[in-house]
């Protein structure tokens, strides 16, 4: 079966869009996707950036919220809600996400981007974490005292480390299994068309 890696940060809005539709486009067309939470705050800085783009660029991030709100609707989500602060600090949702296992995490990132793009909620913040999964069902305690384990917290590193390597500045992508990237909710069509073996003509 064709596979997909999908990297996102949870602090980015369009990674948001893309983690709500991306296992159903996926599925339908055959490919697995392999859910990859990483952090962009240290790719940024490598870049010399110190915060997020629409936050350095105010133009920029007008014209985004109001990208997301037409998105958002154009998906059939709920209302577009930019969190306070923004970008919000992702650390601990990503090594939450990576102390689940594979088959967990999918559904709790997307429970993760609904409390702060639909709900506006904090994700910085533990008890929010916390509320998130024991709505799944999870013993909340057990999952979050793993995300001090020493093997969660290489793990992350490793991986924000390893999507740096494969060249990523943004998020979301989508990694083909030869390494063909490409950027962008925008482009998933695209990645899984190419994820098949599809290819242009030219």
Avoid: C
């Amino acid at each position: 079966m064709a596979k997909l890696d999908f990297w996102y940060d949870f602090a980015s809005t369009y990674s948001y869009l893309a983690a709500m539709r991306a296992e159903a486009v996926a599925s339908a067309a055959g490919v697995t996707l392999h859910w990859r939470p990483f952090l962009l705050g240290p790719i940024f800085k490598s870049h010399g950036l110190e915060s997020s783009p629409f936050n350095i660029y105010p133009m920029k991030g007008r014209y985004s919220w109001r990208d997301m709100e037409r998105l958002a609707a154009r998906q059939g989500l709920p209302k577009f809600l930019l969190p306070v602060p923004f970008p919000a600090n992702s650390l601990l949702a990503a090594r939450t996400a990576l102390a689940l296992s594979d088959g967990e995490r999918p559904v709790f990132s997307r429970a993760v981007y609904r409390a702060e793009f639909a709900e506006g909620r904090d994700i910085g913040d533990r008890a929010v974490i916390g509320e998130v999964l024991a709505k799944l069902g999870h013993d909340a305690g057990a999952v979050l005292a793993k995300t001090g384990d020493a093997a969660v917290k290489d793990k992350l590193r490793t991986e924000t480390e390893a999507a740096a390597k494969q060249g990523i500045f943004g998020a979301p992508n989508f990694v083909a299994e030869d390494g063909e990237l490409f950027w962008g909710n925008d482009r998933l069509e695209q990645a899984v068309e190419w994820a098949r073996g599809h290819r242009p003509a030219h």
